[in-house]
């Protein structure tokens, strides 16, 4: 911007005719095509979206690894900190993050040996007064380790203070033999 009009706009309106001159005389160059878009995730200058996450405080950000899962992240913080200590903000996260589609199983408990649930290892038998605030997450697609790690690390910042999660499980999806996935130890059995 090295026109000398362009850079007396920049000044605030009630500038001294000082200002004025000090401002063309300036040899300064400012660029503010990015400052224009700086509030909204999706036009936003790449480089300046850590700041604006910053701003915004939002959850996840160094968990996304791509520029549209980031902005995705952005512009899911609003809400995901409106409705946070939900199953929905819980839901938000995972999905902003990339990890796809989840369900939410909560009070991991408290059932009973009457054949209404079927012993497999998704409820345990404890009492519900000890385990009614913990739930556990079933994700539609395998994690890593890394992964699992990264969204138990994330959840107690949406989810509600007084739950626990018990559990990530993705045994539906789990690591089949048909060569996609290594056993290198990134991959586990299905649980985390």
Known sequence: M???MARARLLPPNRTALESALAA???LVLD???LRHLWHARDCLAELLPWLSWTLSVEGWSDARSDDARRAVILDSINIH????TPWAIRALIRALGFGEITIIERIGGIRRDGTAAHDGEYARAPLSSTWATYRLVF???LTN???ARVRALLPSVAPARCLCVGLRYAAVVNSH???MRRDGSFNRGSA
């Open 140 to 142: 539609d697609r395998p």
């Open 146 to 148: 890394a992964q699992a």
């Open 82 to 85: 409106r409705r946070k200590g």
């Open 25 to 27: 005389m300036s040899s």
């Open 178 to 180: 048909n060569g996609a």
């Open 32 to 34: 503010t095509a990015g």
């Open 2 to 4: 090295s026109d000398p």
